[in-house]
Nanobody
């Protein structure tokens, strides 16, 4: 059994910062590609940032220069540091991780989501 847990969401004023965490727990070999996504009601879930198993990062144009994705392999955790937040960043943020299980099977897992609200 593998679970992903996000944390770090909350209410922040425009221009403020938050750091989200996505931690994998359970029995598995490795956590490979990880992506942070966000979704607002009535819209499709969109990729915000991703980090590959070898550390390559990619970002949506809307967050380039403001958001940074990073990982701590020892803690099985991926972070999303969000600076200069705007009201348009308000959404539920989810992480998705490609997990290699003990059986060598590769399975994608989603976290439960964490709400980020940017408002004055």
């Amino acid at each position: 059994q593998v679970t992903l847990v996000e944390s770090g969401g909350g209410l922040v004023q425009p221009g403020g910062s938050l750091r989200l965490s996505c931690t994998a727990s359970g029995r598995f070999l490795t956590m490979n590609e990880v992506g942070w996504y966000r979704q607002v009601p009535g819209k499709e879930r969109e990729l915000v940032a991703g980090i590959s198993s070898d550390g390559r990062m990619r970002y949506a144009d809307s967050v380039k220069g403001r958001f940074t994705i990073s990982r701590d392999r020892a803690k099985n955790t991926v972070y999303l540091t969000m600076n200069s937040l705007k009201p348009d960043d308000t959404a539920v943020y989810y992480c998705k991780a490609a997990i290699v299980l003990i059986s060598m099977a590769r399975v994608d897992y989603w976290g439960q989501g964490t709400q980020v609200t940017v408002s004055s």
